[in-house]
Each structure stands twice: as C-alpha cells, then as structure tokens.
C-alpha cells in the first residue's frame, strides 16, 4: 500500500492542474507574446510590413523576427475568382499561392531572417507588387 490515500492524490492532481493552467495563462498574456504576434485576419503572424491596394483587392506582407509572410485578400469577397499571392526572398525561390478563390489567396511565408523580400498579388486580372521591401 502507498504512503499517500487517495484523497491526497487527488489533491496533488489539483494542485498541479492550477499550476499547469496558471502558468498557460501568464504564458499567453506575459511578456513573451507580443500582441504584434499574434495571427492577422489573414493568417499571417506578425506586425503589418506593407499593404498594397490595387482596382480588385489588397496585397497584405507581415514580418515577424524571422519570417515574411503574404496574402491576397479580395476588396468584395464573392464568387471565385482568380486569386495569386506570390512571396520571394532575395537570392530565394518564390512561394506561390494560386487558384480560384473567393476571398483570399495565402497566406505564403519565406524565411527572411537579414534578407529582402518581394511580393506580387493579383485578384481577377488586376494586380499589386512591392518591389524589394525589408532589406
């Protein structure tokens, strides 16, 4: 037989559950997690880069420590249509989201760490570049 009885397992399990969602909590609202971090309507993480309006729709580019990251996004979302969002690291091969879409095409990311990046975004025919950004 054990030296603890039930009651206080039961106790210990609590214990450490309080524990485990307290420090789920103060990890989520602490220091760590910039709200610049957190996921944009659009899927991407990080802080807002570039936007890009065009006739159809919007080039959205986000940067985070790392990582760039894209996506088209339709001015009136409706029925599908051909969407492409396209992200390229200086010296890198490009990332390409394309299809028909009725609200957005991304997001795409490329590692970006010191490196510039480009993106293109067409919705319908109409499109929307940067030319070379976060250098």
Same mark, same amino acid.
Not at 11 to 19: D, K, M, N, P
Not at 50 to 61: Q, Y
């Given at each position: 037989m054990s030296r *603890?009885?039930? %009651? &206080?397992?039961? !106790?210990?399990? #609590?214990? !450490? &559950?309080? &524990?485990?969602?307290a420090a789920g909590v103060l990890g989520v609202a602490g220091p760590g997690v910039a709200a #610049?971090? +957190?996921a944009a309507p659009g899927g991407c993480p990080g802080r807002l880069a570039? %936007?890009?309006? *065009? +006739? =159809?729709?919007?080039?959205? $580019?986000y940067k985070n420590r790392q990582y760039a990251c894209a996506v088209t996004v339709a001015t009136k979302p409706g029925p599908r249509r =051909?969407? =492409?969002v396209t992200l390229q690291p200086r010296g890198g091969r490009a990332v390409v989201d394309? !299809?028909? *879409?009725?609200r957005q095409a991304g997001p795409v990311s490329v590692h970006a760490l010191?490196?510039? $990046?480009? +993106?293109t975004g067409a919705v319908a025919g109409r499109a929307g %570049? =940067?030319?070379?950004?976060l250098c």
């Open positions: *603890f009885s039930t %009651s &206080a397992w039961r !106790g210990r399990i #609590a214990v !450490g &559950a309080v &524990a485990v969602l #610049a971090e +957190a570039k %936007s890009v309006k *065009f +006739a =159809t729709g919007e080039l959205r $580019v =051909t969407m =492409t394309s !299809g028909r *879409f009725t010191n490196r510039c $990046v480009r +993106a %570049s =940067t030319g070379w950004i």
